[in-house]
């Protein structure tokens, strides 16, 4: 009870400091963010996860507000790792330290591809430290939690915390939404523009509809394993809030993914009562929720038009195009795709791959999170700059396979695959003695397969720390270090 109380304690803290740092000037936000951080890492290692899940989907609206709120999910990471290290070399334990398993180590290698030919190509260092970041700072957390005991009561407060997360997130994209982006939004988000396409499109405080839509996918994780495990039906009510707002977000990879990594769950675990439940959940996530939001948008903007005999909105044809997402996919939308999107960047990317076969461009050169801020050395070489003065910015590839290829070359898409390939390996050895976990797992990282092809999965730092961290715990079940797992004894 102790123990419970403490965890309490630790979640409104932890909130009090990150809503304080929102008013602070950016330096004492700093000072005070990344001493608590450090803190907990230090003194509670296993609150470095619940911790993170409070921080990482609101950081891009704490970075809009204040600066000084950047940098504390890092540290608590790195300093996470220094915990375990300086534990190990303490203890003499030298091995444990390079302890790695197959898909680690080619990980790792393919981030140094990345990295040397980065150099080869003549990226500045900054730019390669600023995606190395991006793709190695999860893994670190990975490389730290699975070092970790973990028992079920553990999984179900991480859990709640999750549902917490997704409620608050889930209530503010309605507000967003109904206000036509005018309340509890950073003056730099109200004031950007907004394409007509994705102007119906919940944002949320995470800041983009597609990452929104990706945490729904884990908030729906988290409550369907509280209502396996707690028998509760009281789960429900937020189960169908977040399958509301993930359609909200109009965010057509996510449910594709979805629909492939949902199916592949309900073949693997020949679960039956699951639809049944998704049945209920996701009619009411519809009529209670979706539908309600979004007639009442509608509804709200048009009774603004009407009084001020202003147009709030897009005009009829592209609201409708926005709408109509998942089901539309026209001659027009795929002559945009070929001339300046997705089809565009794969076709492009493959002609750059015809050059660099070997190892590719390295990282900040193509379409990556480094390249779209410090722009990249080949885009002259290959017309992309053309690409910026057409979008007004540089840009994402928004496909991970073809930003691997052109990229890290033959060696790394063959890393890569060794990577995802022994990671659901290692998840499907586990499906003999806790097949709910294993499952679980084999479908998030379907779902993450999918979703690579339309989105850079891996440089989202939100969606990657729930994986890996699920991951790390596979890790620790198949080392027996933990108690027991939900719903394996069902």
Same mark, same amino acid.
């Given at each position: 009870?102790?123990?419970?109380?403490?965890?309490?304690?630790?979640?409104?803290?932890?909130?009090?400091?990150?809503?304080?740092?929102?008013?602070?000037?950016?330096?004492?936000?700093?000072?005070?963010?990344?001493?608590?951080?450090?803190?907990?890492? *230090? @003194?509670?290692?296993?609150?470095?996860?619940?911790?993170?899940?409070?921080?990482?989907?609101?950081?891009?609206?704490?970075?809009?507000?204040?600066?000084?709120?950047?940098?504390?999910?890092?540290?608590?990471?790195?300093?996470?790792?220094?915990?375990?290290?300086?534990?190990?070399?303490?203890?003499?334990?030298?091995?444990?330290?390079?302890?790695?398993?197959?898909?680690?180590?080619?990980?790792?290698?393919?981030?140094?591809?990345?990295?040397?030919?980065?150099?080869?190509?003549?990226?500045?260092?900054?730019?390669?430290?600023?995606?190395?970041?991006?793709?190695?700072?999860?893994?670190?957390?990975?490389?730290?939690?699975?070092?970790?005991?973990?028992?079920?009561?553990?999984?179900?407060?991480?859990?709640?915390?999750?549902?917490?997360?997704?409620?608050?997130?889930?209530?503010?994209?309605?507000?967003?939404?109904?206000?036509?982006?005018? *309340?509890?939004?950073?003056?730099?988000?109200?004031?950007?523009?907004?394409?007509?396409?994705?102007?119906?499109?919940?944002?949320?405080?995470?800041?983009?509809?597609?990452?929104?839509?990706?945490?729904?996918?884990?908030?729906?994780?988290?409550?369907?394993?509280?209502?396996?495990?707690?028998?509760?039906?009281? @789960?429900?009510?937020?189960?169908?809030?977040?399958?509301?707002?993930?359609?909200?977000?109009?965010?057509?990879?996510?449910?594709?993914?979805?629909?492939?990594?949902?199916?592949?769950?309900?073949?693997?675990?020949?679960?039956?009562?699951?639809?049944?439940?998704?049945?209920?959940?996701?009619?009411?996530?519809?009529?209670?929720?979706?539908?309600?939001?979004?007639?009442?948008?509608?509804?709200?903007?048009?009774?603004?038009?009407?009084?001020?005999?202003?147009?709030?909105?897009?005009?009829?044809?592209?609201?409708?195009?926005?709408?109509?997402?998942?089901?539309?996919?026209?001659?027009?939308?795929?002559?945009?795709?070929?001339?300046?999107?997705?089809?565009?960047?794969?076709?492009?990317?493959?002609?750059?791959?015809?050059?660099?076969?070997?190892?590719?461009?390295?990282?900040?050169?193509?379409?990556?999170?480094?390249?779209?801020?410090?722009?990249?050395?080949?885009?002259?070489?290959?017309?992309?700059?053309?690409?910026?003065?057409?979008?007004?910015?540089?840009?994402?590839?928004?496909?991970?396979?073809?930003?691997?290829?052109?990229?890290?070359?033959?060696?790394?898409?063959?890393?890569?695959?060794?990577?995802?390939?022994?990671?659901?390996?290692?998840?499907?050895?586990?499906?003999?003695?806790?097949?709910?976990?294993?499952?679980?797992?084999?479908?998030?990282?379907?779902?993450?397969?999918?979703?690579?092809?339309?989105?850079?999965? @891996?440089?989202?730092?939100?969606?990657?720390?729930?994986?890996?961290?699920?991951?790390? @715990?596979?890790?620790?079940?198949?080392?027996?270090?933990?108690?027991?797992?939900?719903?394996?004894?069902?």
């Amino acid at each position: 009870m102790n123990s419970q109380k403490n965890f309490i304690v630790f979640i409104i803290a932890t909130i009090a400091v990150l809503g304080i740092g929102l008013i602070l000037p950016p330096f004492i936000a700093l000072g005070l963010s990344t001493a608590f951080f450090a803190g907990i890492a *230090w @003194w509670k290692p296993k609150w470095v996860i619940p911790l993170l899940i409070i921080y990482f989907p609101f950081r891009p609206f704490l970075v809009e507000i204040n600066e000084g709120l950047k940098y504390a999910g890092d540290l608590a990471i790195f300093l996470l790792v220094l915990v375990f290290l300086l534990s190990a070399i303490r203890k003499k334990q030298w091995k444990s330290i390079f302890q790695l398993e197959i898909y680690e180590w080619a990980y790792i290698l393919f981030c140094v591809v990345g990295a040397i030919a980065a150099l080869i190509t003549g990226v500045s260092l900054t730019a390669i430290i600023f995606q190395l970041r991006k793709f190695l700072t999860m893994y670190l957390l990975f490389y730290a939690v699975k070092r970790l005991g973990w028992n079920k009561q553990d999984l179900i407060l991480n859990a709640k915390v999750i549902v917490g997360v997704g409620i608050v997130q889930s209530l503010h994209g309605y507000i967003e939404k109904l206000s036509q982006r005018n *309340w509890l939004l950073p003056q730099a988000w109200e004031e950007m523009f907004v394409s007509p396409a994705n102007a119906d499109r919940i944002y949320g405080l995470i800041g983009n509809p597609n990452s929104m839509g990706m945490f729904m996918v884990v908030a729906i994780a988290a409550t369907f394993m509280l209502l396996r495990v707690t028998k509760q039906n009281i @789960w429900y009510v937020p189960l169908a809030m977040f399958i509301g707002t993930m359609l909200l977000t109009f965010s057509r990879g996510t449910l594709l993914g979805v629909l492939v990594a949902g199916t592949l769950y309900l073949i693997l675990s020949k679960n039956l009562r699951i639809l049944k439940q998704l049945a209920i959940a996701g009619a009411a996530g519809f009529i209670l929720v979706y539908l309600p939001v979004d007639y009442g948008d509608q509804f709200l903007e048009s009774s603004v038009e009407q009084s001020s005999g202003v147009k709030q909105g897009p005009d009829d044809n592209e609201e409708e195009e926005g709408r109509n997402r998942f089901t539309d996919m026209d001659d027009q939308e795929l002559a945009r795709s070929a001339s300046s999107g997705r089809i565009f960047f794969v076709k492009k990317g493959l002609e750059i791959f015809m050059d660099y076969p070997v190892i590719g461009t390295g990282f900040g050169t193509f379409g990556d999170s480094a390249a779209l801020v410090y722009s990249s050395p080949i885009y002259a070489d290959y017309g992309l700059e053309d690409i910026y003065y057409y979008l007004g910015k540089d840009f994402y590839s928004d496909n991970q396979y073809i930003q691997i290829i052109v990229q890290t070359g033959t060696i790394g898409v063959i890393l890569f695959a060794l990577f995802l390939l022994n990671m659901v390996y290692r998840m499907w050895t586990l499906r003999a003695t806790h097949p709910s976990i294993a499952n679980t797992a084999i479908a998030l990282w379907m779902f993450t397969c999918v979703v690579g092809f339309v989105y850079n999965v @891996w440089e989202n730092q939100v969606f990657p720390m729930f994986l890996f961290a699920l991951i790390a @715990w596979v890790e620790t079940i198949k080392k027996g270090k933990t108690v027991s797992v939900p719903g394996d004894s069902n």
